[in-house]
């Protein structure tokens, strides 16, 4: 084995041999780069590159948020809590209340009168989930949903609370949960934004939804939410101005480019690039949004799932249906705000309301991905910031009531994108208040989201201000209960 003759005849090959074994490689990287586009473009940072790949394998591609803005009664929908109805006025006990802080609102309220829910609670599907009258719809579907009835947050008024969801942090100028899987995972359409958002309002008590909810923050511009309207134009200022075509477009952006590139030369200010990059893809937009924006072409039997609403443009059911398009053209993450729950006054009339605009179109949502065969790697969520209190603000009478913030306890549910259907995770005592089993923080809830994304959320990070920052801030554990 030590000849000489031997050692040189292994280190000898022939062009056929090189060829060969060259062809590996070069496979490698040409599928990497249909996998992965941006990887051999160059000019990335060594972080934004090492970011554009998921940790591990995913088990969802992308996410539709249902967000529900001003906090739904989770007492008068997915948490049922009969005792509050059999003692129906009593005072809550202090012993449970444990000396928690209050709102202004309720502060300074001499007695906090129990109050059950004014509608019936059912059980549904072989989970035997209870779900209220005001969800005839999603009652349908509780088999492919997983409701998590012990989610639990530290703000207690709803900016900071709105906030703290979407971008794991309750100030401001941190990025959103659409930019960090913009910025981790990159996109899978050049054609639109990897980040969308769409809103719409209701008739109840809204609260005002804001771009610093759907903001970059210290991450490159190029990951910041694009808002659709519901007007002509879906995206503002994105058509052609009067006397300008798509040539004489394309001649101005090619010399912009030249003029920002130049310049980027100079004083390497990467949000130069990001403009650069904003402008092709607002070029593109004009011929792949009002495609996808259209909704004029999809079949009877889709508008009677999500119901006549889905036809009349910035509504909450158009919104859903919407989502479903832009998810089916790639788009890594949609985010729904729907404003109209913060029913401090009249609840039963109010929330009935809310419900009626969105239950039918959240649950055709679901089926519709399922029919397509795209539940299984889109991850639903429908949700808002905070729950409700388990006694009265104000007034209490037969048929009106209203409930206060209340971050200790509340419900969300979840469907498709590696989460465990027909399941029901945490639960809270008698009262409603408090959680009693299996707790589920802001942290953790996001940290399970990134985790079937592919992302490990320790990870996922960016340098900023001479520290690794990340979406879950220094907390968060996945909660390995709800996975499939």
């Known amino acids: 084995m030590n000849d000489p003759e031997i050692k ?10 090189f060829l060969s074994k060259m062809s590996v490689g070069i496979g490698s990287a040409a599928l990497g780069s249909l996998l992965i586009p941006d990887l051999f473009k160059g000019g990335g940072t060594e972080e934004a590159l090492s970011a554009a790949l998921p940790h591990f394998a995913p088990k969802a591609k992308r996410v539709i948020y249902l967000f529900q803005s001003g906090a739904p009664s989770q007492l008068e929908s997915f948490d049922y809590k009969p005792t509050l109805n059999k003692r129906m006025g009593e005072d809550l006990p202090p ?10 609102m309720t502060a300074n309220q001499e007695k906090f009168p129990l109050v059950g829910s004014y509608y019936d609670f059912k059980q549904y599907g072989e989970s035997g989930a209870w779900v209220s009258d005001l969800f005839p719809h999603t009652a349908k579907i509780v088999d492919e949903l997983c409701i998590i009835r012990s989610l639990h947050t530290e703000a207690i008024n709803h900016d900071p609370a709105i906030t703290f969801f979407q971008t794991g942090a309750q100030q401001g100028n941190r990025p959103s949960m659409g930019a960090w899987l913009s910025y981790g995972l990159g996109s899978e359409n050049k054609n639109l934004p990897t980040f969308c958002v769409l809103v719409s309002k209701g008739d109840g008590n809204g609260q005002g939804v804001y771009s610093k909810l759907w903001t970059n923050g210290f991450l490159d511009s190029v990951h910041q939410g694009v808002q659709f309207s519901s007007g002509h134009d879906p995206v503002l200022y994105l058509s052609n101005p009067d006397g300008t075509d798509f040539k004489s477009r394309r001649n101005m952006l090619d010399k912009l ?20 990059k904003q402008y092709e893809m607002a070029y593109r937009m004009q011929t792949s949004v009002p495609e996808v924006t259209d909704l004029s072409k999809e079949p009877d039997h889709i508008i009677k799932m999500y119901g006549p609403d889905c036809l009349v443009p910035g509504t909450y059911a158009a919104n859903c249906l919407l989502a479903r398009k832009l998810a089916e053209n790639g788009v890594r993450f949609v985010q729904l705000y729907h404003q109209g ?9 109010e929330m009935a309301g809310q419900a009626k605009d969105t239950d039918q179109a959240s649950a ?23 729950g409700r209190t388990n006694y009265c603000q104000g007034k209490l009478t037969a048929d009106s009531y209203g409930r206060d913030h209340h971050p200790r306890a509340f419900s969300v549910w979840m469907a498709g994108g590696g989460i465990k259907p027909g399941v029901v995770h945490g639960a809270t005592d008698e009262f409603g208040y408090n959680i009693v089993k299996d707790p589920v923080h802001i942290h953790d809830f996001h940290a399970t989201i990134l985790d079937v994304l592919g992302l490990n959320h320790e990870k996922l990070t960016y340098k900023y201000q001479g520290r690794r920052l990340r979406l879950t801030d220094v907390g968060g554990k996945v909660v390995n209960k709800i996975i499939a």
Do not use: C
């Not at 729950?341 to 009339?349: A, M, S, Y």
């Open 8 to 17: 040189e005849s292994r280190l000898r090959i022939n062009r056929r041999h």
């Open 95 to 104: 012993s449970i209340r444990d000396g928690q802080r209050l709102t202004g």
């Open 257 to 276: 480019s030249e003029l920002n590139t130049h310049q980027y030369d100079q004083i390497e200010d990467p949000e130069i690039t990001a403009k650069i």
């Open 341 to 349: 729950w913060d029913q401090h006054g009249n609840l039963p009339r």
């Open 364 to 386: 055709a949502l679901v089926m519709d991905l399922k029919q397509r065969g795209m539940l299984d790697d889109t991850l639903v969520v429908w949700g808002g910031e905070f």
